[in-house]
């Protein structure tokens, strides 16, 4: 009867310890899917924020060339305006002193 009696105790603290093992596992694996989870929810954040970040920066950089670009072209035709008046109004002068 000890005998059955110690075999039973036996057999419910393996089952108790098994399970309490399983469990122990479980949430063991839950916490590091979660933490797997989280960490790739945080690396792709960071990785949109860096591509949003490039983006404005190459956006910024290319708006900031163009009104560059459009400055100079713009210097350039009124310089080039300023030349041609000053050669015309030149001819003029000299067309104007040779006639006289």
Do not use: D, F, R, V
């Not at 989280?38 to 949109?48: C, L």
């Not at 920066?57 to 009104?67: G, R």
């Amino acid at each position: 009867m000890e005998t059955k009696e110690t075999e039973e105790t036996g057999k419910m603290a393996q089952k108790m310890e098994t399970e309490e093992t399983e469990e122990t596992e479980k949430i063991a694996q839950k916490m590091e899917t979660e933490e797997k989870e989280e960490t790739e929810k945080m690396a792709q954040k960071m990785e949109t924020e860096e591509t949003e970040e490039t983006e404005k920066i190459a956006q910024k950089m290319e708006t900031e060339e163009t009104e560059e670009t459009e400055k100079i072209a713009q210097k350039m035709e009124t310089e080039e305006t300023e030349e041609t008046e000053k050669i015309a109004q030149k001819m003029e002068t000299e067309e104007t002193e040779e006639t006289e």
